[in-house]
């Protein structure tokens, strides 16, 4: 079966410092992944998605990043947070070409506070 | 663009009332709607997708085109829908997917 894993959980961090949250799949190959950022009225904000290796659409200008180094892998990263960066980022996937179900497969989420 | 309009952040429904929940959406093409639920503690999950026009936990969603509207509803509330619902749209198996501002859905006892 597919499983799908982010971490950290929970990331306190002061204004200015440098993030990394990381993804991964298992049990799927070539899936479609996707960040997405859910903040206080403004519900599932669409970040960055990716349909291969070092394929990254962005959705959202801002200072924030994605990158996938590896089939089943999705980082996002920024270099100098800012306190409108907190919230609860969802890494999700989806299967790939082919999928007729559209469906996505949502990871537990990892809360950043921006201090 | 595409857009998802869920107008209401909260609704209160007594326990064996009817529900729905308001969904629209701007998107000129052919779209492809979904409902999610995340239940308390829980992942966000599918709950029904437009396509496949069936009833899941006694819900139901009819994509209309004319009013660009996607509507949960269900006929008799119960406790155990208490939940974040979003709305959410793709064009027609494009990769891109867009949610709503979620509503959250509070059955009284």
């Known amino acids: 079966s597919q499983t799908i894993h982010q971490w950290p959980a929970t990331l306190v961090q002061p204004v200015g410092s440098p993030l990394s949250l990381e993804c991964t799949v298992e049990?799927?190959?070539?899936?479609?992944l996707y960040w997405y950022r859910q903040a206080a009225g403004r519900g599932l904000q669409l970040l960055f998605y990716s349909v291969g290796i070092g394929q990254i659409s962005s959705e959202v200008p801002q200072n924030l990043s994605a990158s996938r180094p590896q089939d089943r892998q999705f980082i996002l990263s920024s270099k100098k947070l800012l306190l409108s960066d907190s919230g609860f980022y969802l890494c999700a996937w989806k299967r790939g070409q082919g999928d007729h179900t559209g469906e996505l497969f949502f990871g537990e989420g990892s809360r950043l506070t921006v201090l | 663009a595409q857009r998802v309009t869920q107008p209401e952040k909260l609704l209160s429904v007594f326990k064996g009332a009817p529900v729905e929940l308001k969904c629209n959406y701007s998107?000129?093409?052919?779209?492809?709607l979904f409902w999610y639920v995340q239940y308390s503690r829980q992942r966000l999950q599918l709950l029904l997708r437009?396509?496949s026009r069936e009833s899941i936990k006694g819900f139901t969603a009819d994509l209309n085109k004319g009013e660009t509207s996607f509507h949960l509803k269900k006929p008799f509330a119960q406790e155990e829908d208490s939940a974040m619902y979003y709305c959410a749209l793709s064009k027609y198996r494009d990769d891109k997917i867009i949610f709503g501002k979620g509503t959250r859905l509070h059955i009284l006892p």
């Open positions: 049990g799927t190959s070539n899936p479609n």
């Open positions: 437009h396509i």
């Open positions: 998107y000129s093409g052919s779209p492809e």
